[in-house]
């Protein structure tokens, strides 16, 4: 290709990526103002809106990646924190959770620890503050204490003392840690395919608009895999114990930090462990109920929602024995492939100076280890899935950026349609169907594509 037709390309493609991103705004922008309406936003406009944005990113990757087309980071980081920005000013949409991360921090201040404490028990008199107390009155499952880990308590208390109650102060610092994680893959991945990640619908609306907190588990783990890989033992395994310290679901990473290491470092996340639960385990209650263990367990043994191979068990097996068979494979699975994956990647083994693809190459598949979590499990909630997307950006899947926008029909329960005859939290069976299709048929694609090895890059 000529000089005159270089520039022209070039031309061309920053036109595409302009346009894109500025579709993408108006996207975001159209959820922003609708969410901010005092009823909120409908839930058909937020699946179209949902639907044209992360149809959208996905076909652009796919020009990219079918022409071999690059991206640079500036843009897709530029764009990436215009939306977030957008998100910000917006409101959660189709969810009711952040009053009880706003309650947490309030009843944190308030009594010194915001475990062992039930929404209903306050409800008779308290000395919250007025914007506390309009917390209170909407937030969901009063009759349970709150199932959040201590270094999520931390923060909500954090962002209580500088703004109180201030849903939008928490969207900010969630949305700081959210683009920490876009700059770590940043490092290690085609910018085409950090896209898939920082420009994604399920990641803006889980995260900078509905405020989920999982994003701070999320952090720390690739933040632990990073240092894992560079061989840096100690900083690995403070990353890996704040993780665990956000959600539990960081525990099924937690084995390939401890294993062939060094004593000192088990004890270094101990006892970083230890410091963050201390202060909630009280002299005068000292038992799990001061802690989120307690209402964990409770979710482990009763709740249900989005479920797959455990729904199918369920038809012919008691509910806690197939929890526990569903539990059972996993735990096989997952042994299973721990035992190929060091016997693929000795622990002698050594970076090299090219540090994208060493990473690529060493980091476990941890899109497969949650994606068949969440499959086995008895609740697969949207927002869990940010746990896998990031992996999925280091071997891009068309089942894991396929799932990003179908699970957005989870959200076709009773709750959210105006008319029906489901349970709240009951799944339209339309759109269950539609899920369980259309990601059946991306993983299908992706044998086909030889897409579905473990090992591979």
Known sequence: MNAVGTVSSSRQQVSILIVVGLICTLGYGYLAIRSNNDSGIELFDFLGSYWAIGTLVLAYWLYLHNNNLTLSYGAVVFWAVVFRLIGIVGSPILEDDFYRYLLDGCVFLSTGSPYGITPESLFQGNSLSKECQAALTWVNNPDLPTIYAPLLQYIFALAHIISTANINLLQLILALFDI???LILCRFAPAKNVLLYAWNPLILKEIAFTAHPDIIGV???MAAFTARHQQKSALAAVMIALACACKIFAVIAL?????????????????????LYLPFLRPSHMDMGNTDMLIVGIFAQHWQFNATVFQLFRNFLPDLIARGFCLGIFV??????????????PANDRPSNNMSHDLAWTIPRFDWIFGVFFLLSPVANPWYIIWLLPFAVL???????????????????GINLIESDLNAYEIAEWAYAIEIAAISVALFYDYRKKNLTLNGN
């Open 180 to 182: 920490g994680l876009i």
């Open 219 to 221: 952090f720390f783990l």
């Open 255 to 275: 084995p390939y930090f401890l294993y062939k290491q060094k004593f000192r470092y088990w004890l270094l996340i101990a006892a970083i462990l230890v410091v």
């Open 332 to 345: 096989t699975g997952w042994g299973y492939y721990f035992y190929r994956y060091h016997s693929a990647h």
């Open 395 to 413: 071997r891009p899947s068309y089942w894991a950026w396929t799932l990003s926008l179908v699970v957005s029909l989870t959200y076709v329960t």
